[in-house]
């Protein structure tokens, strides 16, 4: 075996702790466990058949073909639309860049931006990947923490004491993952003062849960104009549309970072599929899905009422996404008499193996206090999920 067979680059990259979790749980479920999935990062529900029917369409209308680099202009157009229409923002065909999902969007910004060394601001709770992406690009990431009691948003002097001559990028989401935490146009309204004291910062806005909202409406950092040429949105289909097998992601920016990450891209993947382009500017065009935001919704409220019944589980009451991340520290030291629980990791795996229920601890996230139970599933295993948490919980309490 060759030990320089794999690079640095790989051999420092962690295992991925969601995986391995969906990993464990497969193989409970291959063995006839009965598993209630909490750890799903996408809506359980189909793509709506219309958007379907649209590439069906275009499949037989002959967009087989590679598109140009940046997406078919019929997209691009849809993504400026939609722009001007939701969030009031204008652009242009030469700011925006159709990506194979918000992912591979984030990775070209990342890898056309950073130089080695150069730091990002992470608000934590993160999404796992951001962290990886970073570190392949070379960056380095600056970690700002705000725990349940501030709603996970970060507050500007936080924000503020981050930043360093280093910092290049500041990156969050708004409806968040793993916490389901929005923040208002005021809140971003305070934060975007601070960055308007730092020319040299660019901010990417990950809006990729924009349309699952229940509260007073999406709001982006991009809408204030002395910071729009600073922000890079990036979105996609795959939340809001249910469309995570398409790969079909977008990103809006100044005209130099849009070409750059074609650049970067045109050398990757050459584009994102044709026939889910035409299907995604049809969706675009058609706008939010409600019926299934209305369902979420429904989920989130019985959920967060259940989980608060739950002793020592600290809950808050997210507006976005479709993820609670309860902070269960109340449980770190104590023993059921077989097992002690020392962190979330604990609380998880332990939780799946002796109760069967699969969820993602918060420790991947940056946030080691807490676990994130997705209610992207059925009211059914919502209620089921709860009564086997409290049961599992309640052999700490003694
Ligand atoms: C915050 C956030 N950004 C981006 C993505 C990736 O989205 P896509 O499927 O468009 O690559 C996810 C997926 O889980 C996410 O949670």
């Known amino acids: 075996m060759n030990k ?15 995986l391995k979790m969906a ?14 999935d909490m750890s799903l990062g996408e809506p359980d529900f189909d793509t709506p058949a219309d958007i379907k029917e649209r590439a069906k369409i275009a499949l037989d209308e002959g967009y087989t073909k590679y598109t140009p680099v940046p997406g078919l ?21 030469d700011q925006i860049v159709v990506t194979n999902g918000a992912k591979q969007a984030i990775a070209n910004i990342c890898l056309a931006l950073l130089n080695p060394g150069d730091e990002v601001v992470l608000f934590t709770p993160y999404w796992v990947s951001y962290d990886s ?14 725990g349940i009691e501030q709603d996970f948003k970060i507050l500007p002097e936080q924000l503020e004491a981050a930043i360093t001559p280093k910092t290049k990028l500041v990156l969050f989401s708004s409806p ?9 146009s005021k809140e971003l309204e305070e934060l975007a003062k601070v960055l308007k004291k730092y020319p040299d910062i660019h901010i990417i806005s990950d809006e990729i849960y924009e349309y699952i909202n229940f509260g ?46 074609v650049k970067i891209q045109g050398q990757f993947t050459s584009g994102a599929n044709s026939f889910g382009q035409v299907a995604a ?39 976005g996404a479709f993820y609670l991340f309860p902070d269960i520290s109340y449980y770190f ?53 709860t009564k086997r948490v409290k049961e599992f919980a309640k052999g700490f309490e003694q």
């Open 23 to 36: 990993q464990m749980a497969r193989d409970l479920k291959s063995r006839g466990v009965d598993i209630v």
């Open 333 to 385: 030291g104590k023993s059921n008499g077989k097992i002690t629980i020392n962190s979330s990791i604990d609380f998880s795996e332990h939780l799946l193996n002796d109760a069967h229920v699969a969820t993602v601890a918060g420790t991947p996230f940056g946030a080691p206090e807490c676990l994130r139970f997705s209610y992207a599933t059925s009211m059914e295993n919502i209620i089921e999920a």
């Open 4 to 18: 320089n067979l794999l690079s640095n680059r790989v051999k420092n990259m962690p295992e991925s702790a969601t």
């Open 216 to 261: 007073k409406g999406h709001a982006s950092i991009a809408a204030f104009d002395y910071l729009k040429d600073r922000v890079i949105i990036v979105n996609g289909m795959s939340k809001g549309f249910a469309m995570t097998g398409w790969r079909i992601g977008y990103m809006a920016a100044n005209a130099e970072i849009a070409k750059s990450c």
């Open 133 to 146: 992406i970073i570190k392949i690009a070379e960056g380095v990431p600056v970690i700002v923490s705000a």
């Open 73 to 93: 202009p019929v997209l691009r157009e849809a993504v400026i639309h939609k722009l001007k229409r939701d969030n009031n923002l204008d652009y242009n065909m």
């Open 176 to 184: 968040s993952n793993p916490t389901g935490s929005v923040y208002s």
């Open 281 to 319: 500017a049809y969706a675009l065009n058609h706008g939010i899905y409600n019926e299934m935001v209305d369902k979420f919704n429904e989920r989130r409220k019985v959920f967060i009422k259940l989980l608060k019944e739950i002793p020592g589980f600290k809950v808050n009451e997210p507006t």
